[in-house]
Antibody
């Protein structure tokens, strides 16, 4: 069965960096785009970034562009989200999600990892 | 930038009742790229409907989606106790590529 497992969350000071990982299994990882979606406490969902199946295309939401970098290692079935210059407003649960390439939506999600940006 | 608006913000209903949730886009959205998700407290979202009307794998047939252009609807024909949750619509387009609505909470009356 499809599994996505995020890790790397924690408490970090404003201006510092953090790297999240998303380990995938149960599907042909190298054939699918993977996304990061976040949810601030008590708030709705916000799309963060996507990386194409081979890593050649990457797109970002306006609020993170220039600060966050998405990457993948298909030999490890893992996607990463490098988050730099973190701000209090980046505090959220970060989910990775597999893309349904036909309908361009998110058909499988991880359980999420909490990032708290606080001094 | 296309904005998705969901209404009502909260829907108070009893088990067995019919729920009708609305998702309205500020500009026309391709029906192929409109999806609905369910999220329960402490859990990740779950895909319910893709392509505006296609149920995802394992989703009961009491869930149905419809609509086109700027107006889309998620209907739950008879609410089961496990259906009380928050529901989000989502679209793919441009700038930004992916957008979610603010959500509708379906609560027990």
């Amino acid at each position: 069965q499809v599994q996505l497992v995020e890790s790397g969350g924690g408490v970090v000071q404003p201006g510092r960096s953090l790297r999240l990982s998303c380990a995938a299994s149960g599907f042909t990882f190298s054939s699918y785009s993977i996304h990061w979606v976040r949810q601030a406490p008590g708030k709705g969902l916000e799309w963060v970034a996507v990386i194409s199946y081979d890593g050649s295309n990457k797109y970002y939401g306006d609020s993170v562009r220039g600060r966050f970098t998405i990457s993948r290692d298909n030999s490890k079935n893992t996607v990463y989200l490098q988050m730099n210059s973190l701000r209090a407003e980046d505090t959220a649960v970060y989910y990775c999600a597999k893309e349904d390439e036909q309908w361009l939506c998110f058909d499988y999600w991880g359980q999420g990892t909490l990032v708290t940006v606080s001094s | 930038e296309i904005v998705l608006t969901q209404s009502p913000g909260t829907l108070s209903l009893s088990p067995g009742e019919r729920a009708t949730l609305s998702c309205r886009a500020s500009q026309s959205v391709s029906s192929s790229y409109l999806a609905w998700y369910q999220q329960k407290p402490g859990q990740a979202p779950r895909l319910l409907i893709s392509g505006a009307s296609s149920r995802a794998t394992g989703i009961p047939d009491r869930f149905s989606g419809s609509g086109s252009g700027t107006d889309f609807t998620l209907t739950i024909s008879r609410l089961e106790p496990e259906d009380f949750a928050v529901y989000y619509c989502q679209r793919y387009g441009s700038s930004p590529l992916f957008t979610f609505g603010p959500g509708t909470k379906v609560e027990i009356k």
